[in-house]
């Protein structure tokens, strides 16, 4: 894993560290702020740490899937050579498709673990996890430790900015301070979606334990502490090394909006006003005119990163320095959403990968795809609506090349980055909040066209009665934010997780209040916090 945050740190350090004196910096969790934060060098050294850890973070398990398609149970076991589906059983409202040629395995059993309660409690037992916990690691998705150690380094710098250091010019402090306060409210944005309520704090050196804070709070407290800083980051960077890598404006402006629209889910009496907040953000980046939407016709260069599309991603590369010999090299090797949707040529090497694990359902997927002139039916798919796991490919993240592709050793996936928010996220998200402040918005619909348009899709089709504004931009979200791990978000807080119109694994409403679609805590978050509580739902017997 190292040698990914190697890479990353390559492309996002503005300062000359080397890969040798990367490795050298002083762990997050033994900064003291005394021996370090005197020059610019250790501001830059601190942030690359920062983004560091949260790509180690996401890349320990398949973060996008878990918490997008996975979840929602839309992703099935691919058919055995077009065999069809045998009787064994009911996965996410469809049944268990004929294990493929290669036999059952972690990526075989990914629709058994996120759809499925018990299994997920399984993640944090003691006793062996199901099949398929080993490999995608999804009991890391229960553990925020790791968040928290990130937290408080940018407590940290932040405290040290405010003391004043002499080494940076006004600007850079601002720059800096603003850059440590996005990261922040990413990782307790992150939580919450995740967990529900958390414990937010932000003194640099919190000692006495707190409890977990009403997650609506906490979104307003991020939105209040990035909000009036956002300005303090530059609108994009000139440095296209840098582009997504490393928090600016826009990125900060992605956030803000992406918190407004979570809390407008949950916070039913003041949802106007965020609505009208994510309305106002998204018009600002769009007029900032510092981000476009790429030709599909390029989108390799979109999921091999830092594009113009980017609003912010964690980067990554197989092709910089690396021993593929290492086994640390590995270590993610089911992280990238598409690993069990590809087989060769997209997927290396050949001999061990000739079939795919997993397809979508046909049914979602025509539900997506309801005309077929789609670009991104053509472009990220092929055999779209096929379940066959010979057939079926999502190439959305496995259009770049492979490094050392004739090892045999290895369990290589194609080089792309990992997408957090892009340009098309902010347009269909102020589109949205447009929609639901007048569900015949023209600006709305303009916005959703303009996503449609880059795929050339057909427009949305004004004045119909037979079509709801803010379900076709639901819909597109879908669609084209795809692998990216947004769709069971996007259920939860549009309540859609509720119908089974729109998910495959729906909620009743009983589940939902009690928490059913958080992830369980881990135990050890109980340690040396008294103060500390659990998710109600995953405790006791009453799934």
Known sequence: ?????????????????????????TPIDKLTGNNFYKTREDMEANITDMYGELFDKYTRTAFAGA???????EVIPAAEGGAGRSASGLIGGHTRQTPNPQGSTDKQNVPLTTVNDR???????????PPAWSGYNFSDLTKWDEYYRVIQSANLMISKIDDGIAALTAEESKRYKAEAKFIRCFCYFQMVRLFGDVVYYTDAFQ???????????????????????????????????????????????????????????FDIANRTSYYQ???????EIMDSKAFRLLPLGEWAKVVK????????ELFRTLNYNQDLNDPFAQANA???????????????????????YSVFSTEYMRKLYPDESDLRLTIWFVAPFDQNASTFQLRKFALNTFADANNPNLDLNPDNTYLIMRYSDAILLRAEALANLNPEDPIAIECLNIVRGRAVAPPYPTGSKDTNLKDAIFLERSKELMGEGSRYFDLVRTKRVLSKEWTDNPLTSDKFNRGGWTWPIHPNALFNNPK??????WIGSGL
């Open 305 to 312: 990163g830092r594009s113009e599309e980017s609003l912010f």
């Open 277 to 283: 907040e994510t309305a106002a953000l998204g018009k």
């Open 334 to 356: 089911y992280s990238p959403f598409g690993d069990a949707f590809i087989h060769f040529p997209y997927k290396q090497p050949e001999y061990t990968h000739r079939y795919s």
């Open 1 to 25: 894993m190292k040698k990914y945050i190697i890479c990353l740190f390559i492309v996002v350090s503005a300062s000359q560290y080397g890969c040798k004196k990367f490795l050298d910096i």
């Open 532 to 537: 500390m509580s659990l998710n109600n739902y």
């Open 207 to 265: 000692k006495d334990p707190l409890p977990r804070e009403n997650m609506v709070t906490v979104i307003n407290n991020c939105i209040a502490d990035l909000k009036d800083f956002r300005n303090d980051l530059p609108l994009t960077f000139t440095d296209p090394s840098l582009r997504g890598v490393r928090a600016n404006r826009g990125a900060a402006i992605g956030l803000l909006m992406n918190m407004n629209m979570w809390n407008a889910g």
């Open 67 to 73: 918490t997008g398609e996975f979840r929602s149970g």
């Open 119 to 129: 299994y997920l409690l399984a993640a944090i037992s003691t006793g062996p996890p």
